[in-house]
């Protein structure tokens, strides 16, 4: 008998047309803990934004997910240009006979006159909606498939905390990090497959980051870099790893991997201090420069 594991179930979620999202109600506020990409389309929210979110400040009214009231109305994120609500399903999950750990939502289906849901319309409106989103992520600077910044507002915030740092006398890090065997895992589970590692592993990436100066963007396709004002070098190779075993522990399985059974990332990690005789091309050139010398099989690395 063929038996589903948790990659291939998560994958399904990750692929439904159905805008799904997973409340884990054991913490004392509840918070989101997952959101697939329909959800994202239909909703206006970057999976990076709902998670770890109370869910009782996503919705639009008192509506909640209990066993008296089983419909829960959010509100869409403005960023879609107009003021929406999205009706979804409660359904409880159980881990153990009892209370439910978690509450699973799903978008309400709206269903034609002999009651079948209008498949069509709702197929092409989530296409509208995905085309509309991925425009605005454009306009706003953000990359389509991840939702981080793009490689080009990347570039236009380091040049200006390039000016700030140099100003301040202070020294700027980055760190470059490389999916390892991207396109060997891309072939063996396809596109939207890879789209997904690459999402999960920029949030990963993104929910390290503590301080506000600190951000993260999508720096090639297998690519993803880290600006941060910090002149410890130690201490900005400490986090870098702390990234890279946040990554490696997301489990996500890469039987093509010359590194390991799961995905990992090579890291690149560079300082400078801004000068007259040095720009934030030289910075970003010595962090590729350390990304190349980093070999797939030590994922140990030296700080610039």
Not at 60 to 66: I, K, L, P, Q, V
Not at 116 to 126: N, P, T, V
Not at 199 to 219: E, M, P, Q, Y
Not at 249 to 255: Q, S, T
Request: with cysteine.
């Amino acid at each position: 008998m063929f038996s589903l594991n948790k990659t291939l179930l998560r994958q399904a979620l990750d692929l439904s047309p159905i805008a799904t999202v997973i409340v884990d109600m054991n913490h004392p506020v509840g918070s989101v803990v997952y959101a697939n990409q329909a959800f994202e389309a239909m909703s206006g929210f970057d999976a990076s934004e709902l998670v770890g979110r109370r869910w009782a400040e996503l919705l639009s009214s008192d509506a909640d997910a209990n066993d008296s009231d089983r419909v829960a109305k959010l509100l869409c994120h403005p960023r879609l240009g107009v003021s929406e609500n999205l009706a979804l399903d409660m359904v409880p999950l159980y881990e153990r006979p009892g209370t439910p750990r978690y509450w699973m939502g799903t978008e309400q289906q709206a269903t034609d006159s002999a009651g079948g849901i209008q498949d069509a319309e709702r197929d092409a409106l989530l296409s509208v909606l995905r085309d509309a989103r991925m425009h605005l992520r454009r306009l706003d600077g953000r990359d389509s498939t991840t939702g981080i910044l793009s490689r080009r507002a990347f570039d236009d915030m380091l040049q200006r905390d390039w000016v700030l740092a140099r100003r301040d006398q202070r020294s700027l890090s980055l760190m470059l990090f490389q999916i390892d065997a991207f396109q060997e895992y891309s072939d063996v589970f396809g596109r939207h497959a890879a789209d997904s590692c690459l999402r999960k592993v920029a949030h990963s990436i993104t929910g390290s980051l503590k301080r506000a100066g600190d951000l993260t963007a999508r720096f090639e396709d297998d690519q993803f870099v880290v600006l941060v004002a910090q002149g410890d070098e130690n201490k900005v190779a400490d986090f870098a790893t702390s990234i890279g075993a946040k990554v490696r522990g997301l489990a996500i399985h890469h039987p093509r991997s010359p590194v390991d059974r799961f995905v990992t990332v090579s890291i690149g990690v560079a300082s400078m201090l801004p000068g007259a005789g040095n720009g934030p091309e030289n910075l970003i050139e010595k962090s590729i420069k350390k990304l190349k010398e980093q070999t797939t099989t030590d994922k140990s690395f030296n700080v610039i």
